[in-house]
C-alpha cells in the first residue's frame, strides 16, 4: 500500500507539473514539448495528457496542440471570487502608492515555499517595480519573504534557505526573519534582483494567524533609509488596515 500511494502522489506531481508548463508565454503546447520540457518518456506523457483531457484540464484542438480545458474555467472563476481583495483593500493599496510617491503596492502570500502575489496597485513612476498577479517567486528572498517567515520556527527557516543558490543563505535568512518579527516590519535591497529594494509588513488574521505581508517596492536608488522611515507609517497603516478586514483568502 504505500508503495501505491507514493506512485499516486508522484503521478499526481507530474500531471500538475504538465499544467504548469501552460502560461501566458505558451498557452499551447505540443506533446513532444511537454516531453521535452518534462524529461518523462512519452508514454507517460501521453497517458496523463489523456487522464487531463478526461477532466476537463487540458483539451486538444484537433491541430496537435493542446490547451488549458474548459474544466479549468469554473475553477479560474472561484480562485478569481476568492483571491480578489474587496474594494476598500484595493483602494489602501492605491492609497499606499500614491503616499509612497508612486511605487508598486503588491500583496503576497506564501504557498509552499515560494511567495505568491495575489493583489498589485501598478506604481505610477516611469522606473518602477512591475510584479504579475499569481506570480510566484522564491520566499528566500525579499522584504515581503522575511514578513511571511517571521514566525516560522527554525527548521522552517533553514528548508527554505537550502533552496537558496548561495550555501550561506541559512544564518541570514534566520537573522532577516527574526528582525522582521521584532521590528513588525522589514526592508530589503538586492537580494532577488541587483537593483530592487522592498519593504514589507504583515498582515493578520481575526484569529491572529499571519496570512500575507503588503509591500512596496522599486529601485534601490529610491529606498534610502531616510526614504524607508518616511514610507513606514502609511505601510503600517494599510497592514493595519488589511488586518481588520480580514479578506486574504476570501470573506466567506
Not at 500538475?16 to 513532444?32: C, G, N
Not at 528566500?140 to 550561506?168: F, I, K, M, Y
Not at 516590519?185 to 499571519?210: D, I, T, Y
Not at 522611515?229 to 483568502?249: H, M, N
Request: proline share 4%.
Amino acid at each position: 500500500m504505500p508503495e501505491s500511494d507514493t506512485g499516486g502522489v508522484r503521478s499526481v506531481q507530474r500531471a500538475v507539473d504538465l499544467l504548469a508548463l501552460f502560461d501566458a508565454e505558451h498557452p499551447s503546447r505540443s506533446v513532444r514539448e511537454l516531453v521535452d520540457a518534462t524529461g518523462l518518456p512519452k508514454t507517460t506523457v501521453v497517458r496523463l495528457v489523456h487522464t487531463l483531457e478526461q477532466c476537463g484540464l487540458l483539451w486538444s484542438r484537433g491541430d496537435g496542440l493542446l490547451v488549458p480545458g474548459t474544466g479549468l474555467l469554473r475553477w479560474a472563476e472561484l480562485a478569481g471570487r476568492t483571491w480578489r481583495l474587496p474594494e476598500e483593500a484595493l483602494r489602501r493599496l492605491a492609497a499606499l502608492s500614491e503616499a509612497s510617491g508612486g511605487e508598486t503596492a503588491s500583496v503576497y502570500v506564501r504557498q509552499q515555499n515560494t511567495r505568491v502575489c495575489v493583489a498589485r496597485h501598478e506604481g505610477t513612476r516611469t522606473l518602477r517595480h512591475v510584479v504579475r498577479i499569481g506570480a510566484e517567486m522564491p520566499l528566500w528572498s525579499g522584504a515581503a519573504s522575511h514578513v511571511l517567515l517571521s514566525r516560522a520556527d527554525r527548521a522552517d527557516v533553514a528548508a527554505v534557505a537550502s533552496l537558496a543558490p548561495d550555501e550561506d543563505r541559512d544564518a541570514l535568512l534566520w537573522e532577516h526573519t527574526r528582525k522582521a518579527a521584532e521590528d513588525g516590519m522589514a526592508v530589503s535591497h538586492g537580494e532577488r534582483e541587483p537593483g530592487v529594494s522592498g519593504v514589507a509588513a504583515p498582515v493578520f488574521a481575526a484569529s491572529g494567524r499571519l496570512t500575507a505581508a503588503v509591500a512596496l517596492g522599486g529601485p534601490t536608488t529610491r529606498f534610502t533609509d531616510t526614504a524607508v522611515a518616511a514610507l513606514a507609517p502609511a505601510l503600517l497603516d494599510t497592514a493595519r488596515a488589511l488586518t481588520a478586514l480580514d479578506c486574504i483568502g476570501g470573506t466567506a
